[in-house]
């Protein structure tokens, strides 16, 4: 074999030298077999090529646009939770439901605290339809409108992760701590229809902190998420969008 | 630097495309490869100062990508990370609709090539980098990323032969 496999691809990526170039263009008009051996790599390519192409044409997320126009910095994606800022953080990653729920539940004792002074009188906070239960009053209120990047630590119900389903909606999990009720609201219809809800540990559990977002929570969560849970950019476009599902 | 925040900005935003082509084609899926895309902007921003005047934003865009994509791998490793739902596959980086025009076989095949081989495919026959700007991007000598790319190549065209979406090999 004259030209080996290296050579060839780099022929059909046109990377060869004029000289060589102009030997193997003689090359293949007398020998098929050559001929073939660089179709075959041209072919490669623009089968890997093709595959990737369509992404060009795909609308822009606004996340992407707004980072590429340096709107986003860093250090705002460790502010969500309202945690003090650090000087410097290392980049931020997607969090994991399991850092979600940690950082939710470390609020919680505080709260709880503070939640028996003031707190308002409990209402009627779910109610069944058809054979579903679905969130009503402060709860469904706190569901539409509250995002955990404003979060001020005394709300009566407090919004931990929000997440697209696989199934296109949103879903968000919320900790009632006047009830210490933990539980996840997905968005069907216009209500918030209650997927599952548990007893937060007792606050001598609560400070081991991860162990507040009780784990059939969890595991409701890890069932239903697509891809990781909504940066706070994410969230408040989610709420501006009236919690229509994701296309 | 000479550029403003705006124009650089708006250079950013007119990479975007091939950032999320180029990241779509490291990633298991689209919100990773999204993700991946995010975190290479930012970092882009946050080290603007390293940026030299006169060379090329794109190639040097890439190389951030190309670090934080690694850096990404690296970090799950060391923790060991349990699969989550965006690594079971069922959201691959390219449409399931695609699947009857094997495109979605690529993706696989891509995601089974050894990290410095998908670098490689990724940056000359998905981006249509030149061999030079690929081995200036990924940092190594020409002939380095020439074998890759072969070897690369060759196990792409094996895993892809016997599919309904062409023969390659």
């Known amino acids: 074999m004259k030209y080996d496999d290296e050579t060839l691809m780099a022929y059909a990526d046109g990377e060869l030298d004029a000289k060589l170039r102009a030997e193997i263009s003689t090359a293949i008009v007398n020998d098929p077999t050559l001929a073939r051996r660089v179709e075959h790599q041209r072919a490669l ?8 192409a369509k992404v060009m044409d795909e609308p822009l997320p606004e996340r992407l646009l707004d980072a590429a126009r340096g709107k986003q910095m860093p250090a705002e994606r460790g502010k969500v939770l309202q945690f003090p ?7 931020a990653a997607p969090w994991r439901v399991r850092e979600w729920a940690a950082m939710a539940a470390s609020l919680i004792l505080g709260v709880l605290l503070s939640w028996r002074m003031f707190g308002p009188s409990h209402s009627e906070v779910m109610v069944a339809s058809g054979d579903a239960l679905v969130a009503r009053g402060t709860l469904a209120n706190a569901l539409d409108t509250q995002l955990a ?29 006047v009830t210490r009720t933990a539980g996840l609201a997905c ?57 229509s599902p994701a296309p | ?65 190309k670090n934080a994509w690694l850096d990404n791998l690296r970090a799950r490793k060391r923790r060991g990370e349990v699969a989550l739902p965006e690594d079971s596959g069922e959201h691959p980086a390219v449409s399931p609709v695609d699947t009857h025009t094997s495109l979605w076989s690529v993706s696989e095949a891509m995601n089974k090539l050894p990290e410095d081989q998908r670098l ?12 030079k700007e690929a081995a200036e991007v990924l940092e190594i000598p020409v002939g380095t990323l020439t074998s890759r790319l072969a070897r690369g190549r060759a196990a792409l065209a094996a895993a892809l032969t016997g599919d309904d979406g062409g023969n390659p090999a």
């Open chain 1, 45 to 52: 390519r623009s089968r890997i090529a093709g595959a990737f």
């Open chain 1, 85 to 91: 800022a650090r000087a410097s953080r290392p980049p």
């Open chain 1, 149 to 177: 990047s404003e979060r001020r630590g005394d709300e009566p119900v407090l919004i931990g992760l929000t997440f697209k389903a696989r199934d296109g909606n949103f879903c968000r999990s919320f900790i009632m701590s």
């Open chain 1, 187 to 243: 968005r069907v219809g216009g209500d918030w229809q209650v997927a599952a809800t548990d007893t937060v540990s007792a606050s001598g559990q609560m400070q081991q902190a991860s162990s507040a977002l009780p784990p059939a929570i969890l595991s409701a969560v890890e069932s239903r998420i697509d891809g990781v849970a909504l940066d706070a950019d994410a969230e408040r476009a989610a709420q501006h969008s009236g919690w």
């Open chain 2, 1 to 65: 630097m000479t550029n403003t925040p705006e124009e650089v900005g708006e250079r950013l935003v007119e990479l975007l495309p091939r950032l999320r082509r180029f990241a779509r084609s490291l990633s298991r899926n689209q919100h990773d490869a999204d993700d991946l895309v995010q975190s290479a902007v930012e970092r882009a921003w946050r080290h603007l100062g390293q940026f030299k005047p006169g060379a090329s934003l794109a190639s040097w865009t890439f190389g951030i990508m």
């Open chain 2, 120 to 131: 490689a495919v990724a940056m000359v026959l998905v981006e249509g980098m030149s061999y």
